[in-house]
């Protein structure tokens, strides 16, 4: 079993709909998390960084981590075409070294 | 630069040659990672700098991979005796401080060994 599962995707929405991307992880050492947004041929961007449980909120995303159940969340509200992108979830202990799910590529029709 | 400069952008070689990447951090950041990504999955870490020092070099694959970090800014990363199973693209990321702050990776570099 890997450190980090990802949902497998793709998943193809429409424009306007909220989206929910999930991923768990087996390790009780993680403790920051995070997801990128990783456009084709471009390296990963950072969306959101969270510290341990709890909820935070930027703009049309929000990012959930439940550390109890093992389990972080990224929903994207009113999703838009500039969306589509692949992205990834990475979590990390106190050190530097980041794992990384799998990826999940969306695509956000107009 | 403003960001993290990868070159080459696209490596093509064939099997058995040496390969050198080169990554150019943000200035002034002391952190420096190499990742590697296959087709289809998440980057995996490699190796991590703090200034000159390999801080943690536990994800290289074997000692076909070296990289070095001479003046604590631009990084090489050396691939020597290729095999197909190298192909990938290979991220460079840079931090402040390093510890828990954010990464910022560079577009990396494509290498396909034939």
């Known amino acids: 079993q890997k450190e980090v599962e990802q949902d497998p995707g793709p998943l193809s929405v429409p424009e306007g709909a909220i989206v929910s991307l999930n991923c768990t992880y087996s390790?009780?050492?993680?403790?920051?998390f995070m997801w990128y947004r990783q456009y084709s041929r471009k390296g990963p961007e950072l969306l959101m960084y969270?510290?341990?449980?709890g909820n935070k909120e930027d703009g049309r995303f929000t990012a959930q981590v439940d550390k109890s159940s093992k389990y972080i969340s990224l929903f994207i509200r009113d999703s838009q075409p500039s969306d589509s992108a692949t992205y990834l979830c990475a979590m990390s202990g106190t050190n530097s070294k980041l794992t990384f799910g799998k990826g999940i590529t969306l695509s956000v029709r107009p | 630069g403003a960001g993290v400069s990868q070159t080459p952008s696209n490596k093509v070689t064939e099997k058995g040659k040496y390969v050198e990447l080169r990554c150019d951090p943000i200035?002034?950041?002391?952190?420096l990672y190499w990742y590697r990504q296959s087709l289809g999955q998440g980057p995996e870490f490699l190796i991590y700098?703090?200034?000159?020092?390999?801080?943690?070099d536990s994800g290289l694959p074997n000692d076909r991979f070296f990289a070095v970090r001479p003046e604590g800014s631009v990084s090489t990363l050396k691939i020597q005796r290729t095999e197909r199973g190298d192909s990938a693209v290979y991220l460079c990321a840079s931090s402040l401080n390093g510890g828990t702050g954010e990464l910022f990776f560079g577009e990396g570099s494509r290498l396909t060994v034939l």
């Open positions: 969270t510290y341990s449980s």
């Open positions: 390790n009780s050492a993680f403790q920051y």
């Open positions: 200035s002034g950041h002391t952190a």
């Open positions: 700098f703090q200034g000159t020092g390999a801080a943690d």
